[in-house]
């Protein structure tokens, strides 16, 4: 397993901007899927974003499309979540986690927390309206 370690997190105005970035040691980087999850009080953790792992093919839930923008610097062996035009419903602790890509093909896409082996202990990120 690697072992992640995110930051970035506080607290921004509603339409403002936040960059995360998840720190990935121990094992390397490089045949994982990093994700990103989030979860908000009373609610289920949540899949957010996908990048496989080259970078070259990012994914995206519905509620973030075309507003957080996820990479990976392989070579530094870190992840990053932009997260723009930030709503109060983005208010949440979020979770980088990695996925083994098992033959790595580039085109392995999970999105369920089960996939996900390796996890973050999170950063909050509240959003005022």
């Known amino acids: 397993q690697v072992t992640l370690l995110e930051s970035g997190g506080g607290l921004v105005q509603a339409g403002g901007s936040l960059r995360l970035s998840c720190a990935a040691s121990g094992r390397t980087f490089n045949p994982y899927v990093m994700g990103w999850f989030r979860q908000a009080p009373g609610k289920e953790r949540e899949f957010v974003a996908g990048?496989?792992?080259?970078?070259?093919?990012?994914y995206y839930s519905v509620s973030v499309q075309g507003r957080f923008f996820i990479s990976r610097d392989n070579a530094k062996n870190m992840g990053y979540l932009q997260m723009n035009s930030l709503e109060p419903e983005d208010t949440a602790v979020y979770h980088c986690?990695?996925?083994?890509?098992?033959?790595?093909?580039?085109?392995?896409?999970?999105?369920?927390?089960?996939?996900?082996?390796?996890w973050g202990q999170g950063t909050q990120v509240t959003v005022s309206s």
């Open positions: 986690a990695a996925s083994r890509d098992p033959d790595y093909t580039e085109a392995y896409y999970p999105r369920t927390e089960r996939a996900f082996g390796s």
């Open positions: 990048v496989t792992p080259s970078g070259g093919k990012p």
